[in-house]
């Protein structure tokens, strides 16, 4: 069955449809980009808070890239409705969310997202943009040298990136002596709210000072911890949707049963009643964040190379392997933990046991290629923070040190069978050139500043320490170098 408005009494008998009317709900949020994690995790919130009768909160979600277009065509066949299909060890679920009201291509018509950011209905404007979609160096200062912020900057009215959306979008509610709206980042970037707000207010100071200072006083940027495992949707989970819930879904989401929000208290123009929908609203969110970007998402990293290097393609199948579950756990216990503050209200051996499940989720079966992507925009935010806490100390770095010598193996774009690795990186070239000169010693890759900056290869005994994994997993391969670390 075809999902649309019109089908959804009759596919309310095998999957959950929303609890609201759709033609009663006015857009409140504006989404970039829209993908498969806006989908799984904040727009099913939305979704809640619309059914609690919140009807002034729907999304208007925007595509920000080239390629977005096919998906959003999809989706707007559909009457923007998607399914998520929820996988746990017990069983697979679906529910058809319905709070993504309206959707809009950025690069057919950035004129008209402008005009809809004018809006003053829309109270907030979030982002799922991805590390890259920030647009900053290796000191988390804006970059300049950016081919798309100089063309923004050179024509705010015809934006491409987030950041120049933003700003213009801004700039015209100021011109119009119109209130702001929130600037609410979902990525995965510690601090995202304070990041966002410095690399906006470094935008629009190159814009207008008195701009700048109109932003840096009214606009509000909360930081935010996000946390749901959304793999890639492939045409096997169409074809399963249709196969078990009879729904013909052109782009659904697949995700893990588990789901968590963790927001800031800090919005200048109203929001929904998160509360009310699972998210928990507080004051200080940096403890909850440094725990979740260093435990899951490093982990993730940590797991992902020397997985595929050892031939696993699927993240259960590579955690059923008790070398590869144990290089994590140890990982997480001896080279993340002790950089963490005490997080409230949190039991980390109890987190660190979830995670170990999540990751071995057969029904999820995560893949290890989206994992490895954009190592040098995950990394630095993941892995190397807890390195230099650990150098600093006199903790342990002996384990993520071997992740680092994993993910340098891998940029030689090929495994250890000699079959070609497609490395999937904003610095790809520059990677797989310096990965390729460093045949003993990692001085090429560690030069690249825009990841490792100028401090960490300065360091003799983290690089020393960093070659010797490096040659360890060149001649005696992953295995070895696993069974030797855990031993």
């Not at 595509?63 to 998607?82: A, S, V």
């Not at 009215?157 to 979008?169: C, F």
């Not at 979902?186 to 190159?206: I, M, R, S, Y």
Request: overall charge negative.
């Amino acid at each position: 069955m075809q999902l649309n408005n019109a089908n959804l009494e009759l596919i309310s008998q095998t999957a959950h449809t929303p609890e609201y009317d759709r033609s009663q709900v006015t857009c409140g949020i504006m989404h970039m980009s829209i993908g498969g994690f806006h989908r799984s995790h904040q727009a099913v919130y939305v979704d809640n808070v619309l059914a609690k009768g919140h009807s002034n909160w729907g999304i208007c979600a925007i595509g920000l890239m080239p390629q977005d277009k096919d998906n959003i065509e999809k989706l707007q066949q559909q009457d923007n409705l998607y399914t998520v299909l929820e996988r746990s060890a017990e069983a697979d679920t679906a529910r058809i969310v319905g709070s993504i009201i309206e959707t809009m291509h950025a690069p057919s018509s950035p004129e008209a997202v402008l005009n809809r950011l004018a809006d003053d209905n829309i109270k907030i404007l979030s982002l799922t943009v991805t590390e890259k979609g920030y647009c900053f160096d290796s000191n988390q200062d804006l970059d300049q040298s950016n081919a798309f912020i100089q063309e923004d900057l050179a024509n705010l009215s015809v934006p491409k990136t987030a950041l120049g959306y933003i700003v213009s979008a801004l700039k015209n509610r100021k011109d119009q002596s119109q209130s702001p709206f929130t600037v609410m980042s979902c990525d995965n970037l510690p601090g995202n709210g304070h990041l966002t707000q410095k690399l906006v207010l470094q935008f629009a100071e190159l814009v207008d000072p008195e701009l700048a200072t109109w932003i840096q006083e009214n606009v509000s940027f909360p930081n935010s911890m996000v946390d749901r495992i959304t793999p890639v949707t492939t045409n096997e989970i169409v074809e399963t949707i249709k196969a078990k819930f009879q729904i013909e879904d052109a782009w659904p989401v697949v995700c893990e049963d588990y789901i968590q929000w963790i927001l800031e208290d800090n919005f200048c123009n109203g929001k929904p009643p998160f509360e009310e929908a699972g998210v928990q609203v507080i004051v200080d969110v940096d403890p909850y964040e440094k725990m979740k970007v260093r435990l899951l998402n490093g982990s993730h990293s940590a797991l992902a190379y020397l997985s595929y290097l050892k031939g696993y393609r699927n993240v259960d199948k590579a955690m059923a392997d008790p070398l590869i579950k144990n290089f994590v756990r140890s990982y997480m216990d001896q080279d993340i933990t002790p950089t963490i503050p005490e997080v409230p209200g949190i039991n980390l051996d109890e987190y660190k046991d979830k995670l170990i499940e999540r990751f071995a989720n057969p029904a999820i079966s995560d893949q290890v290629q989206r994992l490895a992507e954009d190592g040098s925009q995950k990394i630095p935010i993941s892995i190397l923070p807890c390195i230099a806490s650990q150098l600093e100390n006199g903790g342990s770095t002996k384990f993520a040190t071997l992740a680092l010598a994993g993910w340098f193996r891998y940029l030689t774009a090929v495994d250890e069978e000699l079959k070609p690795i497609e490395i999937k990186d904003p610095l790809s070239e520059k990677l797989i050139a310096s990965a390729k000169l460093d045949t003993k010693t990692p001085l090429h890759l560690l030069g690249i500043t825009e990841i490792f900056g100028t401090h960490l290869p300065l360091n003799d005994n983290f690089v020393k320490d960093l070659a010797s994994s490096m040659n360890q997993i060149k001649q005696d391969g992953v295995e070895k170098s696993l069974e030797e670390a855990l031993n």
